[in-house]
């Protein structure tokens, strides 16, 4: 499965497409929200994909601290 997590800018590659906000993933400082950032989206700085078996394996490589959206994501 591929998720894309954002850190709040910057655009996504051609090819690759989010799911909608409402399935996104919030952490800030290491707590998780069950919904995407609810902010402005210029503050977002980058974004990585990442290819992972669950929700829980991405959330386990973010760091500590910072604001990160974690979404699902297609390649084509």
């Known amino acids: 499965?591929?998720?894309?997590?954002?850190?709040?800018?910057?655009?996504?590659?051609?090819?690759?497409?989010?799911?909608?906000?409402?399935?996104?993933?919030?952490?800030?400082?290491?707590?998780?929200h069950s919904s995407g950032f609810d902010g402005d989206a210029s503050a977002l700085s980058g974004f990585a994909l990442v290819d992972a078996a669950s929700l829980d394996e991405v959330l386990d490589r973010l760091p500590s601290e910072g604001t990160f959206e974690v979404r699902p994501a297609e390649v084509t």
């Open 1 to 32: 499965m591929r998720f894309v997590v954002l850190a709040f800018g910057s655009s996504l590659p051609s090819g690759v497409s989010l799911a909608p906000p409402e399935t996104g993933t919030l952490v800030v400082d290491s707590a998780v």
